[in-house]
């Protein structure tokens, strides 16, 4: 990757940015998700619109490509988060490239006014890439793998990380 990753919020109004990198994670690595690419691809606009108020989109792009995308939605979560990150992806050919830790700076940057500075995440068991990218980045794993409601049968670790202020 030469070129400099570009960070930004997405703007409800951006709604076909956030559907079209979400669309590409779940084609790419829909495994890696709770949700499901069938679902998401018969959302309406409207749909899109209301997930892009209670999801912020955070995402990555290189010399105007959207490349890297994640979520952050404020809530009080387990073990005193005060946000919660979602949908983390990255486009495989960029990779190992630090789009996900330019995400995470992104959102730390305005964690204080924001009241992003606890951030809890949930990840398979079995994603040991995601975990390990999680643990470069400061989450900890905490408690105990919880079964999924939307995908009985799979288990998530909860991770939880300090914003780097
Ligand atoms: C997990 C994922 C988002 C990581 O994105 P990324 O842009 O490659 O991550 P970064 O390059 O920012 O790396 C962050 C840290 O994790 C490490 N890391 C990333 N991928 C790694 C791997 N495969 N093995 C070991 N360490 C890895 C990096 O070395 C870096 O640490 P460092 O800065 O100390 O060297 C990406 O692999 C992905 O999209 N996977 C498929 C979707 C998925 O599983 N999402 C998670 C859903 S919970």
């Not at 990150?85 to 486009?91: P, T």
């Not at 789009?99 to 606890?118: P, S």
């Not at 995601?130 to 105990?144: L, Q, R, S, W």
């Amino acid at each position: 990757m030469t070129s400099a990753v570009l960070v930004e919020e997405l703007t409800e109004d951006q709604w076909r940015r956030y559907r079209d990198i979400r669309i590409a994670a779940l084609e790419s690595d829909g495994h890696a998700f709770g949700s499901s690419l069938e679902a998401e691809l018969r959302y309406t606009e409207a749909e899109w619109r209301s997930k892009a108020r209670q999801y912020v989109g955070i995402i990555a792009s290189v010399a105007s490509e959207d490349i890297g995308f994640m979520t952050v939605e404020n809530l009080k979560g387990d073990f005193g988060a005060t946000s919660w990150i979602g949908s983390c992806w990255v486009h495989p050919d960029y990779r190992k490239h630090g789009a996900l830790r330019a995400l995470f700076h992104f959102i730390d940057l305005q964690a204080t006014e924001r009241n992003w500075k606890k951030q809890g995440l949930g990840v398979w068991i079995d994603n040991e890439v995601a975990i390990k990218a999680y643990e470069k980045i400061g989450f900890v794993t905490m408690g105990e793998p919880e079964e999924s409601t939307r995908k009985p049968g799979l288990f998530y670790q909860r991770m939880i990380r300090d914003a780097v202020i």
